[in-house]
């Protein structure tokens, strides 16, 4: 080859190269590329003159969005009014709000007439209302009215359906065209059908309703309410069924659905199709065609197989063993299955179009079920499949808070609906989705007390907060005299010398007035006294006064000192949300007697700590000491008032209650730790506490001390004795074991009203870290607590 | 790769033995030269940045009055008005968006059309700017699909966010007879401002049938929970002013009202307010006596006083958003932005990505009626709870409300969080603002 030659060759492949390099993309385009140009996107096209289009509204325009022709907000509010009715309704439109500003939200129950039987679970959901502390007897006082008519079942062909509805409604004086009346309801329609009507005409009524169409639901308005069966708990109700121990979220099987198979009519689509993704092995899918009674007029080829292998599994077995359940829709859209698997902690995988959620104006059902479609049956085994082990322990742990927080008896479903309601009354003070779906739930964090998590202690954690670093002492002077006794002052100065102390108040509950401000201690925080009397009818005076989350609860008894003080509340700023305290009680399961037993005895368990010295959040204690505003929900009215409150609120109780209220009238501080456990399920902490100088005991032992020397036995925990508030002179000379039995009483009413035993035992106390060490005192943070 | 041919020229002998060493040189630099050669074409075909780059040349460089011309005849079909009982389950075929593993919709854009009547007037702007953001937007998110046959959304590229701007009947007749309408089934349609004179209905007017609406100014009574998506007014101010992110604290003023052309009896309840409330209440009106050049939107005034807006919602802890002719307000953009809780008085209204978005975190809604017991409500609300809402409206300005992207892509999730709602983003997610 010339020289020449090769290097023209050698050119032209470097210009073929340049070529390449520049025009490589129109090359790929026209020639041996152009399988890639198709897959290339075509996206919206970047137009040249794309700076200069037009707004698509003139800023003017956007601004000034106003027409003054159009008719004055006040007259279009009433013009909705008579636009806006039935099928239409919203609150704006059909609940009178205005019934509900003087009273607050009163439910009042119409009354029950004898010749009218009630089904069992409308029996439940009346007696669960007038359990509740929004119950009123008065209609005149009433903000939302319940029929005493059982319309849970309103299918024609049943033994409880009741006739001529329409006409008992309309002979009631307070129906007022079904304005602010709630009507709940778990069946409507019948065979074939099922429409959503009730057979009778609601007006403007809001319908808690099972199984709730999202089509007919007025959003807002209405509420859907889990289908629960006559043979669920009044109150208290079971446990879910995943333990701490049982941690691996996946377990034997991976979907499971074992029911009924319509062969005909509503619903059957759903049911039929079912078979299709069993495997036998982890997705075990069983339909029966025995339903009804002529159901092998319709049997197909299926039937014989399928009830075969129908009777090989155990329900209960599938639903401990599986992760999640299918919970398909019936004739109705919601079925028994979506409790069952949510107590199971196995995750409901609906198949149910067009179902709105129980109560999902306020639960997030995102976190706890899969929502699936009717129509992608055979998507959900991958989908399932796919969700990762994390985020299916997330599921089952929420469907665990769910049940317990809501569903697990009538009282929590009706209460749940009374709230959601009472939400909407005061939009700016209702909870937000936060409150409802995280630990412990709407029904237990109150609006009331506040609307910001942080200010609740149950959110520290989530919330990325802390509590104070000061606390308020509160402490009940009762003594008789009217003069301040040598205890008092004694504690006045431990407590005021501890750096975390922001302010003393002193509650005096005496009939003399208290000593003027001269007689009281120096001390170095702000010192205030509250008359109590005079301040009882004030019920928000807590929140007012006690600026720090945590409250340091004292008896004018109780002796500590500032050592004491200080790490208590060190203590309580790890644990805000449970009590922290010095002296304490346990309760256990007495067999002979078949009841509650309360003891006072060294044990080596504790599951009560007593208020007479003992750190809590303000929470709860605004719970306790402002009554009625911010008490949770499931304290009856009457026990949570203090003493001193509770002749105020007898008035509003209704008479056959009240003798409850004086039984229970010595044992507020047994109350706080029941509603502190029922809350945060947790025990309480008891603290250490220096050895005990023994004190002689006051002349005056009420219940309050009186438990101290009660048991028979005698050995007395090491708590400072208390003599009781002036109010109830009448027991104060009781004897000391009448009390004591009192309290246990007390212990029992208790247990019987939330429906469990909520106090739960722990055998834990907490010392400083070199407390009893064999080191020197120098070394010692608290070297006080060991001093003889 | 020069050093590696000389390494090869030293070992040459091995290779190309029998060979004369002018005859090696030039076959070494053939061979390298191809081998540049292949490694560009690799790069070329391979390097995504490459791809990116040639993606931008796919791009048709055009103006948009170069689109073509669809002339309507007046007898074409109308579709039916929207159907108010739809849901997901009833008007939604989700069979077009199948299972796939990053359960991701698949949304296809329709090409961009002028649409005239038989006589040659055109039926609406052919595109507006935040049209064309929001569809740009949608088009560069990894929802988008060009192929028709795999798409599970439709977005018709027909213009309805202002409703004012378009004549109905014809615009209708324009959706109608897109390739794959099949009476609206899974099509998306973007509205911001709906109804007009007299009545200002609360959704668009623009007969749909099964077409999903992303309308701004719902009402409960014509949003269809679970179906339609409620998005914001976008506020044009977003994109020109920068306010800078105000730390929470308290502010000047306790309650401002900018609005303009409030209706006489909502301004006289409020300077009843002010006059109880005295200094902490401000209430703002259009600007009289400007001098010519100065944007009136962009200044307030309160009787000689002059205050630049936006910047002036800054200066208070709570702005009142009332509902004009409509329910949605682009106001409330505004006073987002500027980290003020919204205290929204629109009785009804369905409130911007309700769906998903907690609004008691961020602002306190008061019905119509409560409107003079405002500042007490307003003074309830503890001072910790005010921080973190200011913080929260900020929040969600930025996530949701700052550009039409952000209102697109919100909708879109939200459309996609129904399909897949095992996948879904939680509550969590949609709420929290990102840790700092």
Redesign the interface.
């Known amino acids: 080859m010339q020289t020449r030659k090769k290097y023209i060759f050698l050119t032209f492949l470097a210009s073929w190269l340049l070529l390449f390099f520049f025009f490589g993309d129109q090359l790929r385009r026209f020639a041996f590329f152009s399988g890639r140009k198709a897959e290339a996107q075509r996206n919206w096209p970047h137009w040249t003159d794309r700076s200069l289009l037009k707004s698509f509204a003139d800023p003017k325009e956007l601004q000034s969005d106003g027409d003054p022709s159009l008719p004055s907000p006040r007259a279009r509010r009433a013009m909705r009014l008579s636009v806006y009715k039935n099928s239409r309704c919203r609150m704006e439109t059909c609940f009178d709000f205005s019934r509900c500003e003087k009273h607050g939200f009163k439910v009042f129950t119409y009354p029950r007439e004898r010749d009218q039987p009630l089904s069992e679970s409308y029996d439940k959901i009346l007696t669960s209302i007038e359990r509740s502390r929004y119950y009123t007897p008065n209609p005149e006082e009433a903000c939302l009215f319940i029929l005493s008519i059982d319309t849970l079942d309103r299918d024609h062909l049943s033994g409880q359906y009741v006739r001529n509805v329409d006409e008992k409604i309309r002979s009631f004086p307070l129906w007022n065209g079904g304005r602010n009346h709630l009507i709940f309801n778990l069946y409507s329609g019948t065979w074939p059908n099922y429409t959503e009507d009730l057979g009778f005409d609601i007006g403007q009524a809001i319908l808690a309703k099972a199984s709730f169409y999202t089509e007919s639901f007025r959003p807002g308005f209405d509420i859907s309410i889990p289908l629960f069966s006559k043979d669920h708990p009044q109150r208290g109700g079971e446990r879910g069924w995943l333990y701490q121990d049982s941690i691996h979220p996946k377990k034997k099987y991976l979907l499971v659905f074992k029911g009924k198979r319509y062969l005909t009519g509503i619903g059957s689509g759903t049911r039929n199709a079912l078979h299709h993704i069993h495997n036998g092995k982890d997705i075990i899918s069983l339909t029966t065609c025995k339903h009804g009674k002529d159901w092998e007029k319709h049997k197909d080829t299926r039937c014989d197989k399928d009830n075969v292998d129908y009777e090989k599994f155990d329900y209960q077995e599938l639903l401990h063993n599986s992760t999640f359940c299918i919970v398909p829709r019936g004739r109705r859209l919601g079925s028994f299955r979506f409790l069952e698997a949510l107590q199971a902690a196995c995750i409901p995988v609906l198949l149910s179009d067009g179902w709105e959620l129980p109560f999902a104006e306020a639960i997030d059902w995102g976190k706890a079920a899969v929502v699936g479609n009717e129509r992608l049956l055979l998507q959900i085994p991958s989908a399932v499949r796919c969700i990762h082990p994390e985020r299916v322990l997330a599921f089952q742990q929420q469907t665990q808070f769910l049940w317990d927080a809501y569903f697990s008896s009538v009282d929590k479903i009706v209460h749940t609906t009374l709230e959601i309601i009472k939400d909407r009354l005061l939009p700016h003070r209702s909870r937000s989705r936060f409150l409802w779906n995280t630990l412990p739930g709407g029904l237990l964090a109150l609006p009331d007390f506040s609307t910001h998590p942080g200010d609740f202690p149950f959110y520290y954690l989530q919330h990325g907060s802390s509590p104070s670093e000061k606390f308020t002492a509160f402490i009940r002077a009762v003594s008789p005299t009217g003069s301040l006794s040598q205890p008092i002052l004694r504690l006045i100065q431990a407590v005021s010398g501890s750096q975390y102390c922001a302010q003393i108040l002193v509650l005096w509950s005496c009939e003399k007035p208290p000593p003027p401000s001269g007689k009281w201690p120096q001390t170095a925080v702000p010192l205030t006294i509250i008359q109590g009397r005079r301040k009882l009818s004030d019920r928000f005076f807590p929140y007012a006064a006690i600026q720090t989350d945590a409250v340091l609860s004292l008896d004018e008894h109780s002796s500590l000192s500032t050592s004491e003080v200080d790490f208590a509340f060190v203590v309580w700023r790890s644990f805000p949300e449970r009590i922290v305290g010095f002296p304490t009680r346990s309760h256990f399961w007495d067999t002979e007697r078949r009841r509650w037993g309360y003891t006072s005895k060294w044990t080596n368990e504790l599951s009560i700590v007593l208020t007479a010295a003992a750190f809590y959040h303000r929470y709860p204690a605004g719970e306790g000491l402002a009554g009625r505003g911010a008490r949770p929900h499931p304290a009856p009215p009457l026990c949570s008032l203090p003493r001193y409150y509770h002749s105020l609120f007898t008035e509003y109780l209704p008479a056959g209650l009240r003798e409850l209220v004086d039984s229970l009238a010595a044992c507020e501080d047994i109350l706080m730790n029941v509603l502190v456990a029922a809350v945060t399920k947790l025990p309480p902490i008891k603290v250490t506490q220096r050895k005990q100088h023994k004190e002689t005991v006051p002349q005056q032992v009420g219940c309050k001390g009186g438990d101290a020397g009660t048991p028979p036995t005698g050995e007395q925990s090491p708590s400072p004795p208390r003599s009781p508030p002036a109010k109830v002179k009448g027991t104060a000379g009781a004897a000391g074991s009448r009390c004591f039995s009192q309290r246990q009483d007390c212990l029992n009413q208790l247990v019987d009203w939330f429906g469990y035993m909520p106090l739960v035992s722990s055998q834990l106390r907490l010392d400083p870290v070199l407390f009893k060490d064999q080191v020197s005192v120098l070394r010692k943070k608290y070297p006080r607590l060991e001093k003889p | 790769i020069m050093c590696a041919s000389a390494k090869y020229n030293t070992r040459g002998p091995a290779l190309i033995p029998r060979m004369k060493t002018?005859h090696r040189i030039?076959y070494i630099?053939?061979f390298s030269?191809?081998l540049?050669?292949l490694i560009?074409?690799g790069m070329?075909?391979f390097w995504p940045h490459s791809?990116e780059s040639?993606?931008d040349?796919?791009?048709?460089?055009?103006?948009?009055?170069d689109v073509p011309v669809v002339k309507l005849p007046a007898d074409s079909p109308i579709p039916e008005r929207g159907d108010l009982?739809c849901?997901m389950?009833?008007c939604f075929d989700?069979?077009r968006c199948g299972?796939n593993?990053k359960n991701k919709i698949k949304v296809y854009?329709y090409s961009?059309k002028k649409y005239v009547d038989e006589y040659g007037t055109s039926v609406s702007?052919t595109?507006?700017?935040?049209?064309?953001e929001l569809?740009?937007a949608?088009?560069?998110s990894e929802f988008?699909?060009?192929d028709v046959n795999r798409a599970c959304l439709f977005v018709p590229s027909v213009?309805v966010?202002?409703q004012?701007?378009l004549r109905i009947k014809e615009t209708a007749q324009a959706l109608a007879q897109l390739s794959r309408w099949d009476r609206g089934t899974n099509h998306l349609l973007f509205n911001?401002?709906p109804g007009g004179?007299?009545d200002?209905n609360t959704a668009l007017d623009v007969p749909r049938d099964r077409a999903l609406l992303a309308g701004g100014g719902f009402s409960?009574?014509t949003?269809r929970?679970?179906y339609d998506v409620s998005i914001p007014?976008?506020?044009?101010?977003s994109g020109e002013v920068d306010l800078p992110e105000r730390g929470p604290g308290p502010r000047r003023y306790f309650i401002l009202s900018s609005?303009?052309?409030?209706?006489?009896?909502?301004r006289s309840e409020l300077e009843a307010l002010q006059a109880e409330n005295g200094e902490s209440v401000l209430i703002l009106d259009?600007c009289t006596n400007l001098s010519d050049g100065v944007?009136?939107?962009r200044k307030r005034c309160h009787k000689n006083q002059v205050f630049d807006y936006p910047q002036v919602l800054q200066e208070s802890t709570f702005c009142v958003v009332l509902r004009?002719?409509?329910l949605g307000?682009?106001?409330l953009s505004d006073v987002l932005q500027a980290g003020c809780v919204p205290v929204i008085i629109a009785?009804?209204y369905i409130l911007p990505f309700s769906e998903v978005l907690?609004w008691?975190?961020a602002s306190?809604?008061?019905?119509?009626?409560k409107m003079p017991e405002m500042y007490s409500?307003l003074q309830?609300?503890?001072q910790?709870?005010i921080e973190?809402m200011q913080r929260q409206a900020r929040w969600f300005w930025e996530a949701y409300f700052r550009s039409m992207k952000a209102i697109a892509l919100a909708t879109l999730q939200i459309i996609n969080?129904r399909i897949?709602?095992?996948?879904?983003i939680?509550?969590e997610e949609w709420?929290d603002p990102p840790a700092v």
């Open positions: 002018k030039y630099t053939l030269v191809v540049l050669g560009a074409t070329f075909q791809i040639s993606s040349w796919t791009v048709e460089k055009r103006s948009v009055h009982s849901r389950h009833t989700v069979y299972f593993p854009i961009l702007n595109i507006s700017r935040e049209y064309n569809l740009t949608i088009s560069d988008y699909t060009d213009d966010l202002n004012n701007t911001m401002l004179p007299p200002y409960t009574w949003y929970q679970g007014v976008y506020s044009p101010l609005q303009m052309a409030l209706h006489p009896e909502y259009k944007p009136a939107v004009g002719a409509r307000q682009a106001v009785d009804s907690d008691k975190r306190v809604v008061i019905p119509e009626e409500i309830s609300v503890p910790r709870q973190e969080d897949y709602p095992y996948a879904a939680s509550y709420n």
